[in-house]
């Protein structure tokens, strides 16, 4: 591979998922609730059962979402955040009270058919510095006899989510896999726990970080083309960074004893904005080539049979933590109002359909008068600054979709974001600068009610 580490092409921090079962694959993604106008729930729902999923990853017990997957025929893993390990290692009485509420009510009350409980997101990422390297365990095994007492130990099981940097390998190879010193004899606690108790592993995978860290990563091989520079490792062949990477887990399983557990990836997708690489065609190409493969009842060199991928994500989220990128506001599939971005062939000669029932906001726009003009900069940029706080305006950052904008229409977005996300309020259309409505062609905003 032109003198380049094969493992620094893994990515570090997802979405889309099937599953084989008695012949017959389905599909999995990630319902992510960072939004400023989040889709109804039960919208939702009806749009992942008009695409065929039939199972959904939540990163947080939302109640709304969890009423609203009752009795739909999905599966649940329901998502515990890292910034509530704490509370659950210290108590097996918070964790107790954590399942009555998030897990028993919805299966008894509404029929929800919660499987899997995610114990944290990633919580061993080197950029968490050790933050969650105590109390992670400690959550998994009070976590898991809370569901034992609850009645529910045979049905919902436990997970934790993994972030490929969790591996490293000596010889720059899927076969040389292991888990990093630092958090070696931990991971094998928290892997042999999951095993006695019947869990799974959950990797996630990105080859899109893997392409957008490293420059000399090779495009291709971040994609199902198979026409990438392939690495050999030994009998096997890679040509995407997909295979490479499961395979890297798979090899640190076996190497400690565990080749036999279960393995599922939580996270894998790609993004439509904010980055060079981050377009539609990249995301459609990426997407599409993970559904065929999967549909194809393909697994990976050292694990040939299927297993669950939950695409990351099913629709945007503009008010997510835009931290790592402005790109993770983008990895939706659909649109943040549940709109189509682009086409999917999803098998069976399906494609992907939008959400139905969606209530709009009217046809209206906030916009930079055009007396107003651009005489002076700083003025009109502190009001962009204002909008651009409470609002979504990644889109129009260098390098996106929208960023080579005139000042103007720079400043009309902003403003329009803004007074969007605040459903339209009439103040929201008054800055320092002089604005004025205007009809817009399409629509804008959602209103959303969760009565």
């Known amino acids: ?107 008894s009350k509404f029929g929800t058919d919660i499987r899997f409980v995610a114990i944290g997101n990633e919580p061993f990422l080197h950029s968490y510095k050790d933050m969650f390297i105590q109390t992670t365990f400690p959550a998994l095994q009070n976590i898991q006899a809370a569901l034992v007492k609850a009645g529910l130990g045979k049905k919902v099981k436990v997970t934790v989510p993994l972030n490929a940097d969790v591996l490293q390998t000596g010889s720059s190879l899927p076969s040389g896999g292991d888990f990093r010193p630092d958090i070696h004899d931990l991971m094998l606690k928290i892997i042999k726990f999951l095993q006695d108790n019947g869990g799974i592993v959950t990797i996630n995978i990105y080859p899109f970080l893997s392409l957008q860290a490293d420059p000399n990563f090779p495009k291709e091989f971040a994609f199902f083309s198979n026409t990438a520079n392939p690495v050999v490792d030994g009998p096997i062949t890679y040509t995407n960074v997909y295979d490479a990477n499961f395979d890297t887990l798979i090899s640190a399983l076996e190497k400690n004893g565990f080749g036999q557990i279960p393995v599922v990836i939580g996270e894998v997708g790609w993004p439509t904005d904010c980055d060079p690489n981050a377009n539609i065609d990249n995301a459609r190409r990426f997407n599409q080539g993970l559904l065929d493969h999967i549909a194809k009842g393909q697994g990976t060199p050292k694990r040939p049979a299927p297993t669950d991928v939950y695409i990351f994500s099913l629709i945007d989220e503009d008010n997510k933590s835009v931290e790592p990128g402005n790109f993770e506001r983008h990895w939706g599939i659909f649109n943040y109002d549940g709109s189509v971005k682009y086409q999917l062939n999803m098998g069976k000669g399906k494609t992907i359909v939008p959400a139905k029932g969606v209530k709009y906001l009217a046809r209206q726009w906030c916009v930079l008068s055009p007396s107003a003009g651009v005489s002076d900069p700083n003025v009109l940029s502190q009001s962009i600054s204002y909008a651009c706080q409470y609002a979504d305006c990644t889109s129009a950052s260098p390098g996106s979709s929208c960023g080579n904008l005139d000042p103007q229409r720079n400043a009309s977005y902003a403003f329009n974001m803004y007074y969007q996300t605040m459903n339209q309020r009439k103040d929201a259309c008054s800055f320092k600068t002089y604005l004025w409505l205007r009809p817009w062609i399409r629509l804008s905003h959602l209103v959303v009610s969760r009565s």
Not at 9 to 15: A, I, M
Not at 17 to 28: N, T
């Open 1 to 107: 591979m032109g003198g380049l580490s094969w493992f620094s092409f893994l990515f570090f921090v997802g979405v889309l998922g099937f599953e084989s079962s008695k012949g017959v694959w389905g599909l999995a993604c990630n319902w992510g609730l960072q939004s400023t106008h989040p889709l109804p729930p039960d919208i939702v729902v009806r749009l992942m059962k008009d695409n065929g999923f039939d199972k959904v990853k939540l990163f947080e017990a939302d109640p709304f979402a969890l009423k609203a997957l009752g009795k739909s025929g999905i599966q649940v893993m329901v998502g515990i955040p890292n910034d509530m390990l704490a509370s659950l290692a210290g108590s097996p009485g918070n964790a107790e009270a954590w399942v009555q509420q998030n897990v028993s009510t919805f299966v």
